[in-house]
């Protein structure tokens, strides 16, 4: 028999038999909906991404070799990663702007736009949209779960059980 398995530290271990193709979808729509009403894991998905404090834009002019920067302070929605631009410099030209990210807002800004349509479509019922929401999300902190081959799935559930309580 095939198991789906979850726990984390705060929750005892549930055992989904996923033995068939259905009997996996099912599990994975069940987990999905603990995930989202009883652990709020997606709460951020639900709302726009935080707007930064400000956005800083950097670009390069190579007619008059020079470096462009634009600033902006409280931006009132969230700033798109480049845009185009008259060469504040008068060159003639136009440049690339490229926004400045630090490395932990650009994965921030990464998970977010492509989860968020994961999100929506697996609210719907999408379950390949689901089943890539849940994967991706897999190395988050209580978000991981196993499927294991086992023939008896009450001892496995015991043993588990039982490593938890050393
Ligand atoms: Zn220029």
Redesign the pocket.
């Known amino acids: 028999m095939r198991v789906l398995i979850y726990e984390n530290r705060k929750q005892d271990p549930i055992l989904f038999d996923v033995s068939t193709d259905e009997q996996m979808q099912d599990a994975l729509r069940a987990l999905f909906a603990h995930f989202d009403s009883d652990w709020n894991f997606y709460d951020s998905l639900k709302e726009p991404l935080p707007l930064p404090e400000s956005s800083s834009y950097e670009g390069y002019?190579?007619?008059?070799e020079?470096d462009?920067s634009v600033n902006m302070t409280k931006p009132r929605q969230l700033m798109p990663l480049t845009y185009e631009t008259p060469?504040?410099?008068?060159?003639?030209?136009t440049?690339t702007m490229r926004l400045k990210l630090t490395r932990y807002q650009e994965e921030e800004r990464r998970d977010y736009e492509s989860q968020k349509p994961l999100y929506e479509a697996a609210k719907k019922g999408d379950v390949a949209s689901l089943e890539m929401l849940l994967t991706e999300r897999s190395g988050h902190e209580y978000e991981g779960y196993d499927i294991v081959e086992t023939t008896d799935p009450i001892r496995f559930l015991g043993e588990i059980v039982k490593r938890r309580n050393c």
Do not use: D, L, N
């Open positions: 002019c190579p007619t008059r020079i462009i060469c504040p410099a008068a060159c003639g030209g440049h």
